[in-house]
């Protein structure tokens, strides 16, 4: 490279006058980025919009087939691994090398458990060929004229927790990425931009799952049967 | 002689050596040219496309290619130059060279990002590139189910999953440049001291970022409706074919403005440099830019009058329609504002700048009788609708785009292109392109669907037409093509400001170092302000 003035550093880069200005800009940058994801899975609400409202009974009944149980176990998951998120960053404010770790750590148990959890789900329906796009779709308690409804309930079923599914692999890559980093000890209390950005995209992935529950598994209860 | 004084000055171009340092950069500015030789390249395949298509539409027959062909021919033409080309073409290569030397800074915010994002248009183009290779995709450029999902034997994935991908390049330029206006301006570079190229940018990163996530998902519902037979678009099942439409629309329409709003930037700076006077209403052109950002995603509907939606949904998105044409002619109204009593020079930017505003006009008027419910029965998916489009995005779009070209041409490579060539060549655009699409107009009015290659034989004449019209556009654009290479050994050495502008990107050396200043420079004046040109810096050419 060139010599010229100035040279750079993760905690200031040279495009970048202080490092606060490189802060702000990160930050910045991740609550677009996390307002880009509202309009993508903002389509996939869209269509379920649609659909519910057109076929309203058939996905009430199809909704009180997914196991709400376990989808409750990993709500809960998902909010404890929030708070770990929470409290890595915390960490990091501090400077505390080993509790980054520690708790980036924890929250990517957590991301793992709600993955089996959901990897078992989709096993039972896959089980019960609850699959649309299949002839041997067939769901208990619908006439065959709604069974084609059906299916369009479980293709956005799957393909809303199948693309959360996928932001959350791509999380825990994010989170390994962090913890190898923390390990090296290039965080600190003076630089810990990335555990903070990366924590804001955590928490959206977890929102996003709190609105995917109720809509998904809890139809039948908002029907009142 | 001193050999300090021999050796030539340290800029962007001589800084490093060999083909990795272009391809690892991160500076914005050789991402920009990486840009630049990349939507070439599809200029020309989607122009090659446009060629047989024109050739085919001599002779009323259709003799040349099947029908199926044909279909390919239209939907490759259009992906090609929709998605590959004019999309990134104005913000990601003039923008991305520019926008950070406007305001000031070093570099845009986030510089991995930016190459990453130019990697991702080009591997988003070599799938479409790959699907056109190995048999090509017929659906048209809109991807209408049922037909993309079900019926359609060509190689709907592969082209759709290339739009996808370049679709991220797209999100993230757009991220990056709002992230850089928001934080990166030099002292003094107040919001209302930008210049209007980086409002209209801003605001088409507005669109970038709230519109193309929604094609990404349609993309992606298409996409598992036609490998699992999911039926989300499939009436058999209960499923909405206009669904789609309205998703697809809900970007496309916005992705309208995604285009055009850019290449207003560069009017405004062409404008306002070469009749030497600050810009009529700067502020109004300013907040036009945003109000057409925000009104442009409430008129989508307007693409499907005939689609069956309800006739109030088509009231609404009618009378919205209108309300985007405001802010537009506000724009116009004020450039020419802006000449009224100004010092005209009539260089090649200028002239393109005229050819912008005449075309756009003709075009966002006839976008208003579409939007005019009965008229639009009428001509819909006719060549009407055909050539309203070609006037804004090839008489508008890339005119902007050829006169920021020339303009900012000396700042980019150091050189003068050839005025008089330019000249003549851009009169040769001009004239070809009139010729090719005013036909169009009276074909569709007169009944000529689009997307045939038979047509009844009266329509002959104004066809023939057409296709010499494309013969002499190919001509004019051939033109720049070879000068803007030939200058770069044979031009004049260009000076600092050649156009007496009063943009920061002026204020530096032709080509700019690598970090753009050599000291952040701290911005005292408005925008436009000729008064704060030193006379010495301003050599006329
Ligand atoms: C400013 C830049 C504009 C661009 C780049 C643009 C581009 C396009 C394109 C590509 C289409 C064809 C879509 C298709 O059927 O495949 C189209 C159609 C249409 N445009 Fe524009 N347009 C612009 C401005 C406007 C304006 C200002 C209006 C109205 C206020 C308008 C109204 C329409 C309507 C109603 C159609 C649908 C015609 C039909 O298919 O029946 N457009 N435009
Ligand atoms: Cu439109």
Redesign the interface.
Known sequence: ??N?A?SESLEL?????TAE?QR??ST??MW??L???V??????F??YT??RN??PEVFAICSSSLNAVLGAVNTCVLLLSSFTMVMAVRAGQLGQQKAIIWFLILTLLFGGIFLGVKAVEWKEKFDEHHI??QAAFHLEGLQQADQ??A??FF??YF?MTG?HALHMVIGAGILLGLILHAKQGRYSASYYTPVDVAGLYWHFVDVIWIFLFPLLYLIDRHLGK | MDTAVAQER?NYLN??HGLKSWLLTKDHKRIGLLYLFTITLFFFIGGAFATLIRIELLSPQGNMVSSETYNKLFTMHAVAMIFFFMIPSIPAVLGNFFLPIMIG???????K?NLLSWYLLVIGGAFSLFAMIAGGVDTGWTFYTPYSTTYSNSWVIATALGIFIAGFSS?LTG??F??TV???RAPGMTWFRMPLFVWANYATSLIQ??????L???I??LF?ERV?????FDP?????PV?FQ??FWFYSHPAVYIMVLPGMGVISEIISTFSRKTVFGYAFIAFSSVAIAVLGFLVWGHHMFVSGQSLYASMVFSFLSYFVAIPSAIKVFNWTATLYKGSISYQTPMLYAFGFIGLFTIGGLTGLFLAALGMDIHVTDTYFVVAHFHYIMVGGTMMAYLGGMHFWWPKMTGRMYPEGWAKLSSLVIFLGFNLTFFPQFILGYLGMPRRYHLYPAEFQVLNVMSTAGASILAVGYAMPMIYFIWSLKYGKVAPMNPWGATGLEWRTASPPP??NFEQ?PIVTHEAYDYTSVPAEEIEVV
């Not at chain 1, 880069?13 to 006058?17: N, Y």
């Not at chain 1, 309009?39 to 996939?44: E, N, P, R, T």
């Not at chain 2, 800074?105 to 510089?111: K, Q």
């Open positions: 490279m060139s010229h100035h880069r040279v495009q970048f006058d200005q702000d800009a910045l940058g677009l980025f307002v880009t994801e309009m993508f899975f903002g389509g996939m869209a269509a649609v659909y057109l076929y649309p796009g084609g409804h299916q369009l293709s956005l393909a693309l | 340290e800084a490093s800074a070093r570099d845009l915010a986030f510089p990002l999100i991220l990056n709002i992230v928001h934080r990166m970022v709230l519109g193309t996530p929604v990404a998902v349609t992606v519902l598992v699992f037979q999911l039926g989300i058999a099942r209960g499923g909405d669904l309205h998703l690598v970090h952040t």
